[in-house]
């Protein structure tokens, strides 16, 4: 970022005719449209920030996420064009609002124009394997001896390190490997895959995070920064981490980590009823109380032990049918209705058609209708948070191959004129770095010396919080012990589990009740000094206790106030209650994760119940944008207010298939999708879950193209079924039921381990389905170290953690601090913060204002 913040290196004339945020693209727009979306663009958070974009598949999506707040960012793609636009959809959604260059890194003149971007951006993305980027003279090492100052991300399958280094990896592999897989599908019946798009933007979102942690620190040191993120080690760690921070659920599942895989559809049930299915959400005890009233006080569970989670669980097999009966010829609608006046939460399961129809998303903007590439108009996701009231998100479609070559660059094509012809010539010399205005020592964490207050509960306030505080900022996590977080639950004392322990390490604790005027007075003083203020409550809930992002501003117009729901602020579905199984029921998750050779009346169908989403990928999109504010206020001096609704998280990765969806209604459903059909983003055409040897074992093997169907032929022995019909996908789809059953009758044959290895020796994407147990022994994670050692006075033993989000080149792993009690560091943060007396302490503290940690703190 140079001295002048405010201007961007390219004119504003290169910008194609676009569409305004939120709005509606009606084709060519008024020359003062386009001023304004460049105006609404300089007030996005991350505005002359300059990236390099060389990434394909999954990478992609990062790049798009920091195009939406604001980033200039530049797509690469060789005289070819990406392998990526043979999925035109998938691919304008993972480019919109990048600009599109034509360069040959194969030859030294371009590679030499890749030198010349690269020492005047910020950023550079690479997801170039080992073998190529030696190949070019192009890798991290190299680049980042060429370019100090340069942050350069690689996002590479499985990283730049073990064993898996240089395996082929899709989506459905991904899932495979990384834990997603074993927990979908009933115990014993063929896993389901997760929808296509969910695990591709936990990985962009992921890396989107590492490269700004890792911008923070070159802006606050001078020097640049690699990072080696992997995407196994983001899907392992960022979708649903088996050992990280779980929902409230987790209560009614047995401790410890077993083998089999669970059986779900006790936890979030789905019901039919007149015209689909509906999922409700019973958690809480006051929840369970009214629908016990509605479904008439039936003697059989009038006892009081029915109020917890696993006694309700326990006992699905006969509570389950009464409920199912009740609903059974009911409208989706009136049970929606009914559930949410009596306080159930309920959610209607709703398809992706009816999802790109309901009024919520089209009020709110999260869907609205785009060209997204040229001459490809339909209805996609807008973006994923709002700043200050605008949308953070598409822009201007997706560029067409090389379409700002000759601007940028000053010549025709890629073997044409010299950079100083074009408008990068013209740049000039870089100024001065920001000054983020953070105090502390960047040594101690890039993000040391920022302050967040942490209002956040269940998982996704936890995973918010710990993401700063991993990174060194100082996390107050503020209780109420009248409203402790849910993943207080626990069977022992001390308000202490492995979950909490997961998502709220490094942090400090503070008891205060922010109800009474005494306690949001202490707050509001606390934010004098703070950076962040990050909530999930439902909407509203800020505004009533005085601490909206306006309030908060008036007495710190640097504050930066993060407020979260799942559905969001506005729309007629802001106040339904949310969590993160109505929320995918609600946004077509649900609909696209169900196994597609059951009937669509089965509620048994539905595969997404043991997971959790969107809650902990909402948490780092939302940290993403947090940073990104950081980033803006160094420039404009003022705070900002974020809002995410999880809803659109959820969204954003269905929309290949809700674009296919508008252009060709019914196109969207679950399972793969033909070739030559709108590319409903599937992008797993043959993406096959097949059984191996041994005991309900499963592995993928996702043959993409006519290569890797070649190189699968020799390996099962039938290099003659390379030629002919089957030799096209056309030809294998048609036939694929005998394709499938080919395959399968090797594969059973044989580990899913040897699949495997055997596979990807070959060159075909495939990976084993590894449960949640066997991740602390793969060969990759364990050579990566992708795990520690979690260690709390109040567990009964050390638990598995997550050991960082990238291998970074400067920035040491977190540390490990344990999570606090309720209240653990009250004193402390009220002497050293707030300056209180111990008479002023002891005061508030009976009175029940502050509340100190229990007795014995801690044993």
């Not at 008439?296 to 699905?316: H, L, N, V």
């Not at 040391?448 to 942490?454: E, K, M």
């Amino acid at each position: 970022m140079d001295g002048t913040l405010t201007a961007s290196i390219w004119p504003a004339s290169i910008w194609p005719a676009a569409t305004s945020i939120g709005a509606t693209s009606t084709g060519a727009r008024p020359v003062t449209d386009q001023v304004a979306d460049q105006v609404a663009a300089r007030t996005l958070p991350l505005w002359g920030v300059r990236v390099l974009d060389l990434t394909e598949g999954a990478a992609q999506s990062c790049a798009r996420y920091l195009a939406d707040l604001g980033a200039e960012v530049l797509r690469i793609e060789p005289p070819g064009g990406s392998p990526g636009r043979a999925e035109p959809v998938a691919f304008a959604l993972r480019n919109a609002g990048k600009l599109g260059l034509v360069l040959d890194l194969d030859d030294e003149t371009g590679r030499e124009r890749l030198h010349e971007l690269a020492s005047m951006a910020d950023i550079l993305l690479d997801s170039s394997g080992e073998a190529t980027a030696r190949a070019r003279g192009l890798t991290p090492e190299e680049l980042s001896t060429r370019h100090p100052r340069l942050v350069i991300v690689s996002i590479t399958a499985f990283g730049r390190s073990g064993p898996y280094r240089d395996f082929t990896a899709t989506e459905p592999v991904l899932a495979a490997l990384g834990g997603v897989l074993a927990r979908s599908g009933l115990p014993g019946a063929r896993p389901v895959l997760p929808p296509a798009g969910l695990v591709d933007q936990t990985v962009g979102v992921h890396a989107a995070w590492a490269a700004l942690v890792a911008y923070v620190r070159r802006l606050r040191t001078g020097a640049g920064e690699l990072a080696d993120v992997s995407a196994h080690e983001a899907v392992v760690h960022g979708f649903d981490p088996g050992f990280g921070t779980q929902g409230s659920a987790a209560a009614g599942r047995p401790e410890g980590f077993p083998r089999d895989r669970p059986d779900a559809s006790a936890f979030y049930p789905v019901f039919p009823c007149a015209d689909g299915h509906v999922r409700i959400c019973l958690l809480a005890r006051r929840q369970w109380r009214a629908m016990f009233a509605w479904l008439g006080e039936p003697a059989e569970f009038a006892d009081p032990s029915y109020d917890t989670i696993p006694a309700r669980f326990a006992a699905a097999d006969r509570l389950h049918p009464l409920i199912g009966a009740l609903f059974a010829g009911v409208r989706r609608d009136e049970l929606v209705a009914e559930g949410t006046r009596r306080g159930v939460p309920i959610a209607a399961v709703l398809t992706p058609g009816e999802v790109l129809a309901a009024d919520h998303f089209a009020e709110t903007g999260t869907l609205f209708d785009a060209e997204i590439a040229e001459g490809l108009r339909a209805r996609v996701p807008s973006g994923y948070v709002s700043v200050d009231g605008v949308r953070a998100g598409l822009r201007h479609r997706a560029p067409n191959l090389g379409e700002h070559t000759e601007l940028l660059l000053g010549g025709a094509a890629p073997g044409g004129a010299a950079l100083d012809g074009g408008a990068l010539g013209q740049a000039g010399e870089r100024g001065p770095e920001p000054d983020l205005g953070i105090p502390g020592d960047p040594a101690d964490g890039p993000l040391a010396g920022l302050r967040v207050l942490d209002l956040g509960v269940i998982v996704f306030g936890a995973e918010l919080g710990r993401l700063f505080a991993d990174q060194g900022a100082d996390v107050i996590k503020i209780e109420n012990n009248a409203f402790p977080d849910g993943l207080r639950q626990t069977r022992r004392g001390g308000g202490m589990n492995a979950s909490f322990a997961w998502g709220q390490r490094n942090k400090r604790g503070l008891g205060l009740d922010l109800r009474s005027e005494p306690g949001a007075a202490l707050f509001r003083e606390l934010v004098r000094h703070a950076d962040i203020v990050a909530a999930n409550f439902k909407p509203g809930t800020l505004e009533s206790l005085g601490l909206s992002h306006a309030q908060l501003a008036e007495i710190n117009p640097r504050i930066i106030v993060s407020d979260s729901s799942a559905f969001g602020s506005r729309g007629p579905w802001s106040g339904r209650m949310g969590y993160g199984p109505l929320v995918r029921s609600s946004c077509g998750v649900s609909a696209l994760w169900r196994d597609p050779t059951r009937a669509e009346t089965d509620s048994q169908a539905y595969c997404d119940g043991s997971t959790v989403y969107p809650d902990h990928i909402a948490g780092h999109v939302t940290a993403v944008a947090a940073l990104a504010a950081v980033i803006r206020r160094a420039r404009s001096g003022r705070g900002a207010a974020l809002e995410t609704a999880q809803a659109d998280v959820a969204v954003m990765p269905l929309g290949p298939a809700l674009a296919a969806a508008s252009l060709a209604p019914g196109s969207a459903a679950p399972g793969t999708a033909a070739p030559g059909t709108v590319d409903g983003g599937a992008g797993n055409i043959f993406a096959a879950v097949l059984p191996c040897a041994g005991d309900d074992e499963w592995c993928v093997v996702d043959v993409r193209g006519d290569e890797h169907w070649a190189r699968l032929t020799t390996v099962l022995g039938r290099p003659e079924l390379a030629v002919g019909e089957l030799a096209t996908a056309g030809g294998r789809w048609t036939r694929w039921a005998e394709v499938e059953e080919l395959i399968s009758r090797w594969t059973a044959q044989r580990t899913p381990a040897q699949v495997t290895a055997t596979l990807q020796e070959a060159g075909v994407p495939a990976g084993a389905m590894v449960r949640l147990p066997e991740e602390l022994t793969d060969p990759q994670l364990v050579a990566r170290q992708s795990f520690r050692t979690l260690e709390h006075p109040l567990l009964s033993r050390p638990v598995p953690a997550n050991a960082r989000i990238a291998r970074f080149s400067t920035i040491a792993d977190p540390p490990l601090r344990p999570a606090p009690v309720p209240g653990e560091h009250t004193w402390e943060i009220c002497r050293t913060l707030l300056g209180l007396t111990e008479d002023e302490i002891d005061r508030l503290a009976e009175a029940g204002v502050l509340q100190p940690p229990p007795e014995p703190a801690l044993t």
